[in-house]
């Protein structure tokens, strides 16, 4: 993989097309699996969103900064309503493809879900740094991952996962092209902080899946510029 070394944002690029490749073969895999299996799929994937959420969640250095860069998060998330926001998005999407569901997928849905699980946590962030300095190894490692979780998402709710590609193209491009000065900035407790607030993040997804409560993980995004300030602040004291 080291050809994409030489390409702009090569990692961030291999990972959309793992994206992508992962949810094309989970549509496929769709179409054979019987209807009475997506429950269960669905909440092996809840399952797998506790599983991924609590790792992360324990690599926290900082608790204090977490849990006030998400009360933060969710004050201003509930403000600007970007759950509402993602969840319209999710609907012009799906009528401009013409995209159509089985029982019991939903579009939005998976839309929202898979694009937060794709690019929340401290793999996307530090991932899109190393790869604007010219290392995307750990993006490579990343796709590898994001294209499995792909297959599942897709399989079990159809159309909605493929497209969380886009997001995450220009959310880790975006920090790609960003990460010359980014980097002198960014500690690793603070990536560490940041992936504990993307753990909490996950685990509401989890908690959505398995129907336990209805938690607007969307509206706790802001949390992480929040989460970075925070943990860097923490560092004084």
């Not at 860069?69 to 969710?74: F, R």
């Not at 995450?168 to 980097?183: E, H, K, N, S």
């Amino acid at each position: 993989m080291e050809f994409l070394a030489d390409i702009p944002a090569g990692g961030t690029l291999f990972n959309t097309a793992c994206i992508v490749a992962g949810g094309s073969i989970g549509l496929l895999a769709g179409r054979v699996v019987p209807e009475k299996a997506f429950k269960l799929v669905f909440q092996c994937l809840g399952l797998y969103c506790f599983y991924i959420g609590l790792n992360m969640a324990g690599r926290a250095q900082n608790p204090l900064a977490v849990m006030f860069a998400l009360l933060a998060g969710a004050v201003i998330g509930e403000g600007l309503d970007i759950d509402g926001r993602l969840t319209r998005l999710g609907g012009s999407l799906k009528r401009r493809v013409g995209a159509e569901e089985r029982q019991g997928q939903n579009f939005t849905q998976a839309f929202v879900a898979s694009s937060l699980l794709f690019c929340v946590g401290s793999m996307a962030v530090l991932g899109a740094i190393k790869d604007g300095l010219g290392d995307p190894s750990l993006l490579v490692v990343k796709g590898a991952m994001d294209g499995v979780s792909a297959v599942l998402f897709a399989a079990s709710q159809g159309s909605g996962a493929l497209f969380s590609a886009l997001p995450l193209l220009v959310y880790q491009g975006a920090i790609t092209f960003a990460a010359r000065w980014m980097d002198a900035f960014i500690t690793p407790v603070m990536l560490d902080d940041l992936s504990g607030l993307g753990g909490l993040v996950i685990l509401g997804l989890g908690v959505n899946f398995l129907e336990i409560a209805s938690v607007k993980t969307s509206n706790l995004l802001p949390g992480i510029p929040f989460v970075l300030v925070f943990s860097a602040c923490a560092g004084f004291f």
